[in-house]
């Protein structure tokens, strides 16, 4: 694994304008970054990454079906006991999943280290799957890199396969998909999975999360008063549950992407209880639930809120003492504590892969890297290849 300086393309600010990618650069500070890109073996890929992402998603799905069974490790992943039943009837009736991303941290040798599931909504899905596709083939033509350059990128065609199949179990239906006013990234994520629906041929109509209208019946509605009965919400279930309309769940008859059981697999609660199912597993970091003695084996430790995202409010302790604390709106929900393991550092940078699922199918990764040893929501993205 070696991180090597490139030349940006001179066209490159154009060529996103053209493809919608609007967020390319976020306060003044750059997001996609391809002055460098991160160099694989196809071995380490697929023995180091791949091999590995199938088996911590089973290993994350045997947390679904003890959890859902369980009251106490309800009580634990704060789940709210109005929607207990629903995730469980989500779960045993096997709703499908579309796509979950794996954080890793990889650097080029030994296991990978499992660091958590963004199992609900997943962002970087449009870099991922196209925007750094698109820049290797330039690159390739260009000449700036060998023609057997690869990239471990299924993602867009398993994105668009799976859509095909869901649409078979929704015959007929119109595909809504929704995200919160003003969050350009979101909003450039939920219409690239739009793009890639309609082009596997079904039919979508789009509704921000603060127009959803709720019906005398506790049904769901867009903001032209449509019926929604199928739903990409790029929200987390945690937000759904604390809205208004979250009491209507029960009733709205919606069926979504993601399913309602991702909440268990989107929560940090996940981690100790894999921990605890998988002991000493070489992919997992020893975790446990704040308060737990056994956390105490620990010196140098992260604390995790149970619904943290994107770095937020993450605390890091070297010898019990706090080094590092990133703010943020979590914390009051609850905490996890996990064995602290370092993002390999390539020069000033601190490395995390991304590893993607389709349909429960290793897709491809993405590489975010950051000054910081957290990463977080204005980390860097770089492009990567896989050269034998």
């Given at each position: 694994m070696l991180r090597i300086e490139?030349?940006?393309?001179?066209?490159?600010?154009?060529?996103?304008?053209?493809?919608?990618?609007?967020f390319h650069t976020m306060y003044g500070e750059p997001y996609w970054d391809e002055s460098a890109y991160y160099q694989f073996t196809l071995k380490q890929i697929e023995q180091d990454l791949e091999d590995p992402t199938q088996e911590i998603h089973e290993m994350c799905l045997d947390v679904v079906d003890k959890v859902v069974r369980d009251e106490e490790?309800?009580?634990?992943?704060?789940?709210?006991?109005?929607?207990?039943?629903?995730?469980?009837?989500?779960?045993?009736?096997?709703?499908?999943?579309?796509?979950?991303?794996?954080?890793?941290?990889?650097?080029?040798?030994?296991?990978?280290?499992?660091?958590?599931?963004?199992?609900?909504?997943?962002?970087?899905?449009?870099?991922?799957?196209?925007?750094?596709?698109?820049w290797l083939e330039d690159k390739v033509k260009s000449g700036h890199l060998r023609r057997d350059s690869d990239q471990f990128n299924l993602l867009q065609e398993l994105l668009m396969n799976r859509f095909k199949e869901l649409q078979q179990l929704q015959p007929g239906q119109t595909l809504h998909f929704s995200c919160c006013h003003d969050t350009e990234e979101d909003r450039g994520t939920v219409q690239y999975m739009e793009d890639c629906a309609k082009e596997a041929g079904l039919s979508t109509a789009f509704v921000h999360i603060e127009d959803i209208g709720v019906t005398?019946?506790?049904?769901?509605?867009?903001?032209?008063?449509?019926?929604?009965?199928?739903?990409?919400?790029?929200?987390?279930?945690?937000?759904?549950?604390?809205?208004?309309?979250?009491?209507?769940?029960?009733?709205?008859?919606?069926?979504?992407?993601?399913?309602?059981?991702?909440?268990?697999?989107?929560?940090?609660?996940?981690?100790?209880t894999l921990w605890k199912m998988f002991p000493n597993h070489p992919n997992l970091l020893p975790s446990f639930f704040s308060g737990d003695p056994a956390a105490n084996v620990l010196k140098d430790y992260?604390?995790?809120?149970?619904?943290?995202?994107?770095?937020?409010?993450?605390?890091?302790?070297?010898?019990?003492?706090?080094?590092?604390?990133?703010?943020?709106?979590?914390?009051?929900?609850?905490?996890?504590?996990q064995a602290f393991h370092p993002l390999p550092?390539?020069?000033?940078?601190?490395?995390?892969?991304?590893?993607?699922l389709i349909n429960d199918q290793p897709a491809g990764i993405s590489i975010r890297e950051d000054s910081s040893l957290i990463t977080q929501d204005l980390s860097r993205y770089l492009p990567h290849i896989i050269i034998d």
């Open positions: 490139s030349k940006p393309r001179p066209n490159w600010q154009r060529r996103a304008a053209e493809f919608g990618f609007g490790l309800l009580r634990k992943f704060q789940i709210p006991q109005a929607h207990r039943q629903g995730i469980a009837d989500s779960w045993k009736r096997k709703e499908p999943s579309l796509y979950s991303r794996l954080d890793l941290a990889y650097d080029g040798s030994g296991p990978a280290k499992f660091y958590e599931n963004n199992a609900d909504t997943p962002t970087s899905v449009f870099e991922t799957g196209f925007w750094q596709w698109l005398k019946e506790g049904e769901f509605t867009d903001a032209d008063d449509k019926i929604i009965r199928w739903m990409f919400k790029l929200y987390p279930w945690e937000f759904m549950f604390d809205e208004e309309f979250g009491q209507h769940l029960p009733t709205a008859n919606v069926n979504w992407l993601e399913p309602m059981w991702k909440a268990v697999i989107s929560n940090k609660a996940l981690l100790p992260v604390v995790k809120p149970l619904f943290s995202r994107e770095g937020s409010n993450i605390q890091l302790f070297r010898n019990g003492k706090e080094t590092l604390k990133i703010d943020g709106p979590y914390g009051e929900e609850g905490s996890i504590i550092k390539f020069g000033d940078n601190y490395t995390l892969i991304g590893s993607w």
